[in-house]
């Protein structure tokens, strides 16, 4: 498993039917070594404090293998960055990484805390508006990541993963994390998802969503 490319992005204005504003959705590659910290690479954009960015959702990496699929479906090449990842990383065995799970390098240890849920500026930036729809479909979300330990990345990096400790609960996944974003859990399964080390975003959304089940149960 390696790092194939590191996405850097300024803010840039994105114009159109599904977004209209400023953006740091465009990342491109770096070829130099960068350092990451808590908030994330060095000099990438982070816009929107509300829904991105922020300790929990520092770096956002996207499987080269996933990449390949898109260029299939598509019918055209997406570099690197495309979709906004910092990390575009070959060799991750599965899309459906376990929440918890550890990426170590040789400075840093980056750990898998949500799945990216698209929006209209990623429907924006791929020039479609039925894109957000396409990507849930597709079930190859990606993962953010929080920094554990922070130091420099370098392209072709070579990385192993550190399965989290073993808990009261079965571990949660990306993908049913991602499934669950849009679909209707149940009190028993958001329990297990706030057992999870899931983002805070993440974890804020859940805990009102098991408030009103519990409440609609009585």
Not at 97 to 126: D, H, K, W, Y
Request: charged share 25%; glycine share 8%; proline share 8%.
């Amino acid at each position: 498993m390696k790092i194939v490319s590191i996405n850097i992005g300024d803010r840039e204005t994105l114009a159109g039917r599904s977004f209209h504003g400023v953006t740091g959705i465009f990342k491109r590659p770096r070829q130099e070594p960068v350092r990451v910290g808590e908030l994330g690479l060095d000099g990438d954009a982070i816009v929107n404090g509300k829904h991105h960015g922020g300790p929990d959702q520092a770096v956002y990496l996207y499987r080269q293998e996933d990449y390949d699929w898109w260029s299939i479906e598509l019918g055209r090449v997406l570099p690197p960055g495309t979709f906004g990842d910092n990390l575009t990383v070959a060799g991750l065995p599965e899309p459906d990484v376990v929440i918890g799970t550890r990426l170590a390098f040789s400075e840093v240890l980056l750990e898998v805390t949500a799945p990216r849920i698209p929006c209209n500026t990623l429907a924006q930036r791929m020039d479609d508006p039925r894109f957000a729809r396409r990507f849930m479909q597709a079930e190859r979300p990606g993962a953010y990541c929080r920094v554990i330990a922070a130091g420099s990345l370098a392209v072709d990096e070579r990385f192993s993963l550190l399965a989290p400790a073993a808990g009261p609960h079965p571990p949660v996944s990306i993908v049913e994390l991602f499934r669950a974003s849009k679909g209707k859990p149940t009190a028993e399964q958001l329990r297990r998802y706030l057992a999870a080390p899931i983002d805070a975003r993440t974890r804020l959304a859940f805990e009102r969503r098991l408030q009103q089940t519990n409440i609609a149960e009585r």
